[in-house]
């Protein structure tokens, strides 16, 4: 019973380049999370998607950075023209269902993502 | 806005000590409220979620109350051991789906 997958585990990228982070969710879940980690600091929500929509992408930096979840496949978290702010590990997470103006759903978090921009 | 915060940054106990966390958060329309615990260079690991309906869960050694009106809750640790040592976590869920973390608080149980 897979959890949440995240790849890769650490990321390296120089100035400039672009980042691409993968996050598989359990299966059966239609609801992705990603938040970011900045060092020393708490988990900062950045975008929820569910297939094919992005539903609150409030956290998300307007400029240089996107994210997608599409039919098949992993959703995506694309990062333009990093910068060494963006040295952070970045979580994803999934849940089966909605519970939006519910109790619910437990989010199930992946292991991260490392990203070091040097 | 929400804002969560997690006293103490960070704690060192004996083995063996009993002890609690704190979280607090400042609006208290929340649906639920969530402790993960966080390994260095790991993910988090859900440990217990508290709907607002509820006043306490519990699981195994572990114990989380929630006082919605005043704003807080607490993860109180029984008979704490070396392998409790890691971040705890404190998170809630508003009306929208996202949760609002603390900064956590560093745990080190000493042998």
């Known amino acids: 019973n897979a959890g949440v997958m995240q790849n890769p585990r650490h990321l390296v990228r120089r100035r400039g380049q672009e980042a691409r982070l993968r996050c598989s969710p359990v299966?059966?879940?239609?609801?992705v999370y990603w938040y970011r980690q900045l060092p020393e600091e708490g988990l900062k929500f950045m975008v929820y998607?569910?297939?094919?929509?992005?539903?609150?992408e409030s956290g998300m930096p307007k400029e240089r950075f996107s994210a997608e979840f599409p039919k098949e496949g992993p959703s995506i978290l694309r990062i333009q023209q990093v910068v060494r702010g963006d040295s952070a590990a970045y979580f994803c997470a999934s849940s089966p269902k909605s519970s939006f103006r519910g109790g619910g759903e437990t989010q199930y978090f992946g292991p991260g993502t490392r990203l070091l921009v040097l | 806005k929400q804002e969560v915060t997690q006293i103490p940054a960070a704690l060192s106990v004996p083995e063996g000590e009993n002890l609690v966390l704190n979280c607090s958060f400042t609006?208290?329309?929340?649906?639920?409220l969530q402790w993960f615990r966080q390994d260095p260079g790991k993910g988090l690991t859900s440990l217990l979620l508290i709907q607002s309906s509820q006043r306490e869960q519990t699981s195994g050694r572990l114990n989380a109350s929630l006082d919605k009106s005043s704003g807080r809750s607490t993860l109180y640790i029984a008979a704490s051991q070396p392998g409790d040592s890691a971040t705890y976590l404190c998170a809630v869920k508003g009306g929208s789906e996202k949760l609002v973390f603390g900064k956590g608080t560093k745990l080190t149980v000493n042998p």
């Open positions: 609006d208290s329309a929340i649906y639920n």
């Open positions: 299966k059966g879940h239609s609801h």
């Open positions: 998607l569910q297939k094919e929509n992005i539903i609150d």
